[in-house]
């Protein structure tokens, strides 16, 4: 192994994190990190073998069940249906939106129809399926010998029942999306009876279809044969209401009359308001005759007798008054003018009076004239109301006679029309595809049943993948082992088979059981069997994790321990042991596990004497000390197992023994009981120097090793790290520690050292030997 890895702490591994890893992580407090599609891929490549068996196992499923199927065939019959109203009279309907919205209505209301007990009834009679076997099966009425045993009614209509029901059954209609297609399928192990029934189906339900329009125009056409008896009577009763009317009013033409009434009322209408001018302007004239002087009478009449005499006066008086200046008021001359100038001022004044009376009279005129008028306009408008008022009453009664009129001759027709479709086969279905005897079953099919399971075997193949994955609460990787105990990974520890061959029931074995059924298990003492072997290797990177484990010094008394039996806490202190001895150190290990001893086993001692006797005062320290195969490495065995473990390890002479082989030996390798089933691990941790911790990959949880950690740090033990105890580096957790290990482990097997019989010359140990000689001076002889 790497030892740079080891001790910089597996970063690759953070990458094979799994859903696994991630269940771990929430159960431990830890943060969960967001996974890659890699990490996806590895837990894929890690459960292989589960997908596989998914896929294969639904795969036969599928195979097995296709081929015990019954073969099924599928008979197909398209119709189409055209748009038609609702009504057998075939009134028009100007809503577009509600005409298609009653087309889809109508197909809907098909498609109901042809599901129907009806017609399902129908067809099996037509076809007599129910005596047929195939379909119907036994047969409920049984002809023995030519004498029929009939059902009672109760058994003939469940019968029945059951025989619509088996029918709808096999039956499926549907309308084609978009397009007023109908598609009826039916199904049945016999091709031609499939195709018999689809055809049966359509043939009968277009017949059903033409006898319902049948009998809705007849029914149509009795219901218009009665209205139209009544209508006709209705019509010739306003005939006769309207021509004793135009009777008793004379009323011949009351359109023309009615004009002439009008026009006649519109003259003289005009001719008043043409008279109520001419008299408003007379009588203002009038009033200023009678009123004013006669010289603003003449300005305002503006007569030319008047306005002829007044110049002639004027021309008078300027003679006159000349006249008279000159000579006097009694020259002849002045008198004949004077008389003159009189006889014109009477002439004016009657001419005056002549123009007052003759406006008087124009005004008197005027007056009567509006009155005339008035009266008649009167006259004619009580002319014109009384008209109105008989035409207003004639309209309604022709209007309801032409009602009746119209109405009576379109139901006539419309009777005629229906008389005429009543005798016409014609119907709104027609047949697009007959139903033809299929060749190929439709189910089962098998192609796509096959690609089906293999689909639905590799997506739930995929789920249990995940499921495992995500239930495995175990720690596998030395990532895990730090993130959940928060304690740096020292070493990651081989299974034995890793890289000697396939994973096989040897690789799987535990450590220290019994071999499996092919009498070959795996090596306790493997780095001293072989110690060019990949395991050695990873014993030796751990032991150079701990001896560089402190500045100053490393660790004298270690104690090992796991959180439950079979982690692998026995063989990783032997191994660990057997290299710290090849490097020419004394080494004791004391097994301290005496619920289980197996130290002496490994070594093929004897275990009667051991650590019980002598904390018991049984026997004497130096008669149960016993030296192994590997030079410089001794071994303590558990002895007797006694009745109270925990006392003689937390006792007083315990510590003294602990203090005196550190003087006596460069290190004491302590094998202990499990943390979480007894407390003496507990109690040996805090006599130690340091304390590793063994996990088992794949084997050891995650709640375990948090309780480990717990009851340690609880009484302040010196915890050095854990060690992750036979992993398998072929699995994809492993795969950059698989890669590397490769390399190291071929790079290593073409370079052996012969002189070095257990590897003692490995690159490593160099560094350990600094170590030993800085203590050769203090250490006692």
């Known amino acids: ?87 057998p009279l075939n009134f028009k309907d100007t809503n577009m939106s509600q005409q298609a919205d009653n087309q ?17 009834e129908l067809v099996i009679h037509r076809l007599t399926l129910d005596a047929r076997p195939d379909f119907a099966g036994k047969a409920q009425t049984q002809n023995n010998g030519g004498i029929t045993v009939s059902e009672s009614p109760s058994q003939d209509a469940e019968r029945q029942e059951q025989l619509i029901h088996k029918f709808q059954k096999n039956l499926k209609v549907q309308q084609v999306p978009n397009t007023s297609l109908i598609e009826i399928k039916y199904s049945d192990p016999n091709s031609s009876l499939a195709a018999d029934v689809a055809n049966a189906i359509t043939a009968a339900f277009i017949e059903q279809n033409v006898k319902s329009r049948y009998d809705s125009t007849m029914q149509a056409a009795d219901w218009l044969s009665k209205q139209l008896a009544d209508l006709q009577i209705k019509m010739e009763s306003s005939q006769a209401k309207l021509v004793q009317y135009q009777k008793e009013h004379d009323i011949v033409g009351t359109d023309d009359k009615q004009n002439l009434t009008t026009e ?75 008389n003159q100038l009189d006889q014109l001022d009477r002439s004016y004044k009657e001419q005056v009076q002549n123009s007052v009376n003759r406006i008087q009279n124009d005004y008197q005129t005027a007056v009567n004239r509006e009155r005339m008028l008035q009266a008649a306009l009167t006259e004619q408008t009580g002319v014109a109301d009384q008209l109105n008022e008989s035409a207003i009453e004639y309209k309604v009664l022709k209007q309801e006679a032409d009602s009746n009129r119209q109405l009576y001759d379109g139901l006539l027709q419309q009777l005629k029309e229906a008389s005429l479709a009543a005798g016409l086969d014609s119907s709104n279905i027609r ?49 895990e082992a730090e993130r959940i105990s928060g304690l740096p990974a020292l070493g990651v520890i081989p299974l034995q088979a890793a890289f000697d061959g396939p994973v096989t029931g040897i690789a799987k074995a535990h450590l220290l ?113 016993q030296a192994t195969v590997q030079a410089n490495l001794f071994v303590l065995p558990a002895g007797l197992v006694p009745p109270h473990p925990s006392e003689l390890l937390s006792s007083s002479l315990m510590q003294d023994l602990l203090k005196k082989w550190r003087e006596e030996y460069d290190h004491i390798i302590i094998d202990s009981p499990p943390v979480v089933s007894v407390t003496d691990a507990v ?88 170590h030993e000689q800085d203590q050769a001076a203090s250490r006692p002889s």
């Not at 599609?37 to 459960?47: E, H, P």
């Not at 006669?294 to 006066?313: M, S, V, W």
């Not at 088992?696 to 915890?719: D, E, I, P």
């Open 1 to 87: 192994m790497d030892t740079g890895r080891l001790l910089e702490g597996p970063s690759e591994l953070a990458r094979n994190d799994s859903l696994r890893l991630a269940n771990v992580q929430e159960m431990s407090g830890f943060p969960v990190s967001e996974h890659t599609l890699s990490d996806y891929w590895r837990i894929l490549q890690k459960r292989k073998w589960t997908v596989i068996v998914s896929v294969i196992v639904v795969f036969i499923m599928a195979a097995l069940i296709s081929i015990r199927m019954t073969p099924v065939y599928d008979a197909v019959t398209r119709i189409m249906i055209s748009a038609r109203t609702s009504n």
């Open 104 to 120: 889809q209505q109508n197909i809907d209301t098909q498609v109901k129809i042809l599901q129907s007990d009806t017609m399902a």
């Open 264 to 338: 006649k009322l519109d003259e003289l209408n005009k001719d008043l308001t043409a008279a109520q001018a001419d008299r408003i302007e007379k009588e203002s004239l009038n009033q200023i005759a009678t009123t004013s002087n006669p010289e603003g009478l003449t300005a305002i009449l503006q007569d030319p007798i008047l306005t002829a005499l007044r110049q002639r006066q004027t021309e008078l008086q300027a003679q006159y008054a000349l006249l008279s200046t000159e000579f006097g008021p009694g020259y002849p001359k002045v008198l004949e003018i004077k």
């Open 431 to 479: 047949i697009v595809d007959r139903a033809r005897v299929p060749l190929h079953p439709a189910r089962p099919n098998i192609p796509m049943n096959l690609e089906f399971a293999l689909l639905i075997g590799l997506v739930g193949g995929i789920a249990i993948a995940f499921g495992l994955e995500a239930l495995d609460t175990t720690v596998r990787t030395p990532d």
């Open 513 to 625: 059981k019994r071999a499996p059924r092919n009498n070959v298990g795996p090596r306790p003492l493997i780095s001293y069997q072989d110690p060019q072997s990949e395991i050695a290797e990873a014993y030796r990177a751990l032991r150079t994790s701990i001896l560089l484990s402190s500045a100053s010094h490393p660790p004298r008394c270690i104690l090992i321990t796991s959180s439950v039996p079979q982690d692998g806490k026995t063989m990783t202190c032997l191994n660990l042991a057997i290299v710290l001895a090849q490097q020419g150190k004394r080494i004791l290990i004391v097994d301290a596990d005496m619920r289980r001893p197996n130290i002496h086993k490994a070594f093929g001692l004897k275990g009667q004497v051991g650590l019980s006797n002598v904390l018991t005062g049984n026997a004497k320290i130096s008669d149960t000390i």
């Open 683 to 770: 109690l040996l941790s805090v006599q130690s120097d340091a304390v590793l911790l063994i996990v088992r990959s794949g084997q050891t949880s995650a709640t375990h090793v948090r309780r480990t950690c717990n009851l340690l740090q609880s009484v302040k033990a010196g915890v050095l790290g854990v060690v992750v105890n036979a992993a398998d580096l072929s699995s994809p957790d492993y795969y950059y520690y698989y890669y590397g290990s490769k390399y190291r482990y071929y790079a290593q097997s073409r370079n052996k050292d012969p002189r070095s019989k257990f590897g003692d010359g490995d690159d490593l140990g160099e560094v350990g030997n600094e």
